[in-house]
């Protein structure tokens, strides 16, 4: 049995995996997941990420904190470098003290857009917001301080039923109010992406780890499209189809029946 520290298991992406744990492969042989939530860990202060994950001795670390608010990013980048990138250096340099597995998500703005097929985890990154651009250097962070002790993971769109801490929801909902208000829905129709409910993330990393053992103030990628490559490399299955998730998730929410 080892132990498993979950930081943001509030959150949408953490709520999912605290939910599906105990039926998975971690869960199943005994493993304890402990969730720490913002209150319980800012992982911008060193001494209290030393202090909390010391503490709890964990195996494996799966950091599911950010700062991802992707327009307040272009006026408070400093805030964001200091939650996507020294926050993750810091629990990096914490993990390789305790030899620990760090497990970080980022995001498909690493990549400029430029491409019109799905994006190859070898593909080189080019980010063109100040939030990619602070992502990036998190990686960098991971990959510098833990060459092989690390799990990284982008994702794209993430809506869960949680919500998203810090954004009042996502996007999903948001579409969702204005359809049952009868307001007036416009979008951006120049950008190509595959949202990712939560529960289906979730539901892969566990496999994975197991594994392993609208004008706006920011850019976005126009095309930004993750192939998943590795995945199928490793035997394991593609998550579902977008438009599946989506109904299974509208379901969850009881807003369909």
């Known amino acids: 049995m080892v132990r498993v520290a979950l930081i943001g298991s509030n959150g949408q992406l953490g709520s999912d995996i605290d939910g599906l744990w105990a039926d998975s492969p971690f869960g199943r042989r005994g493993d304890e997941l402990i969730g720490l939530t913002h209150a319980d860990l800012e992982v911008t202060a060193p001494a209290q990420v030393h202090s909390v994950l010391a503490g709890i001795g964990p195996a494996l670390v799966i950091n599911t904190s950010a700062f991802h608010q992707v327009d307040n990013c272009e006026e408070q980048a400093l805030e964001a470098f200091r939650v996507n990138a020294i926050g993750v250096k810091y629990l990096a340099e914490v993990c390789k003290e305790l030899g620990a597995v760090l497990m970080h998500f980022s ?18 990154v080019r980010p063109i917001s100040a939030y990619g651009i602070s992502k ?3 990686e960098h962070f991971l990959r510098y301080i833990l060459p092989d002790g690390h799990i990284l993971i982008r994702s794209s769109g993430l809506y869960g039923v949680a919500g998203a801490s810090g954004k009042g929801g996502n996007f999903v909902e948001t579409m969702w109010r204005l359809a049952r208000e009868g307001r007036p829905i416009r979008v951006i129709q120049d950008q190509t992406g595959t949202p990712t409910y939560t529960r289906d993330l979730a539901a892969t990393l566990l496999k994975l780890t197991t594994a392993a053992e609208f004008a706006a103030p920011a850019m976005r990628p126009r095309y930004s499209v993750l192939a998943n490559a590795r995945l199928t490399a490793m ?16 379901r969850a929410k009881g807003y369909l029946r």
């Open 235 to 250: 035997g394991i299955a593609q998550p579902r189809h977008w438009r599946d998730a989506l109904i299974d998730y509208l």
């Open 107 to 124: 995001t498909d703005y690493v990549f400029g857009g430029e491409k019109r097929t799905p994006y190859l985890e070898r593909d080189a």
């Open 136 to 138: 990036v250097a998190g």
